[in-house]
DNA sequence: TATTGATCATAT
DNA sequence: ATATGATCAATA
């Protein structure tokens, strides 16, 4: 028997948070044995299980429904994984694209804006010497962008959007952005996703997202750090 | 070894 | 087949 049953979704951002941080410190392994879950040895055949123990956690809105994860807060949910040094191990999928169509949305109705003007931040230990049970979850961070962010993400954003949006997406690699990257989002490299090429015409090409660098992330997370070893300092 | 391109599971 | 949750693994 489960010693405790799913949650229902936070109703502040501050009992999220609340909720977040009692997790801290903890497992996985921890955490989904109080829901009666199995963590996997590895997760190369699970490379979601992270996100959805914390979404099942903290009572995140049904895995069906659209973002955000809580749909009352407005708050999307990120599982990081990082390293003992706390550098994220990998980059982050923000959302995926409309290759379509993207040519004619503004940055201030696009997806990624919207996603990522505020996200819990959940770093769990990610590197594979470690069997999955016994990461350890680290201290959340409830973050908004500055406005320098969003002044950066809207130049990344804008000139990647450019690049599809004339017809040129097979010439996109992950090497353009500074900070906001586009990569492959399937199943496999034979997906194909509606695009459009240079006379406008549709194409079928591979499904992209939106991803942010681990260099971003990583920055984030170190301010985030510092702040609060210098709350820590002035306590005492 | 950091990064890019490829890939895996689940639910709808 | 698409959307959401991401990490894997080959490459540079």
Redesign the pocket.
């Known amino acids: 028997m489960p010693r405790d049953s799913r949650p229902e979704p936070p109703v502040s951002e501050a009992a999220l948070f609340a909720r977040a941080s009692e997790l801290g410190g903890r497992t996985l392994g921890d955490v989904a044995a109080r829901f009666d879950l199995v963590p996997p040895p590895?997760?190369?055949?699970?490379?979601?299980?992270?996100?959805?123990l914390?979404?099942y956690a903290l009572g995140?809105t049904?895995?069906?429904?659209?973002?955000?994860?809580f749909e009352a807060l407005g708050i999307?949910?990120?599982?990081?994984?990082v390293?003992r040094d706390g550098?994220?191990?990998?980059?982050?999928?923000v959302?995926?694209i409309?290759l379509a169509g993207i040519g004619s949305v503004e940055w201030d109705e696009s997806?990624v804006k919207r996603?990522l003007s505020r996200v819990l931040w959940?770093p769990?230990a990610?590197e594979?010497d470690v069997p999955v049970a016994a990461r350890t979850i680290g201290t959340p961070l409830l973050w908004s962008p500055s406005e320098a962010d969003v002044a950066a993400l809207r130049l990344d954003w804008e000139e990647l959007s450019a690049v599809i949006g004339r017809g040129d997406v097979e010439m996109?690699?992950?090497?353009?952005?500074r900070h906001l990257?586009?990569?492959?989002?399937?199943?496999?490299?034979?997906?194909?996703?509606?695009g459009v090429d240079r006379d406008g015409a549709s194409i079928a090409t591979?499904?992209r997202?939106f991803?942010l660098?681990?260099?971003f992330t990583a920055k984030i997370l170190a301010e985030h750090f510092a702040i609060g070893s210098q709350r820590h300092d002035r306590e005492m």
């Open positions: 590895d997760l190369r055949r699970a490379k979601g299980w992270v996100g959805h914390f979404e995140a049904a895995r069906s429904r659209a973002s955000p994860d999307e949910l990120k599982t990081i994984p390293r550098i994220p191990c990998e980059s982050t999928f959302c995926t409309d997806l996603k959940i769990v990610g594979r996109l690699t992950g090497h353009l952005g990257q586009v990569r492959p989002k399937a199943a496999d490299a034979r997906s194909r996703r509606r591979l499904p997202g991803y660098r681990a260099q």
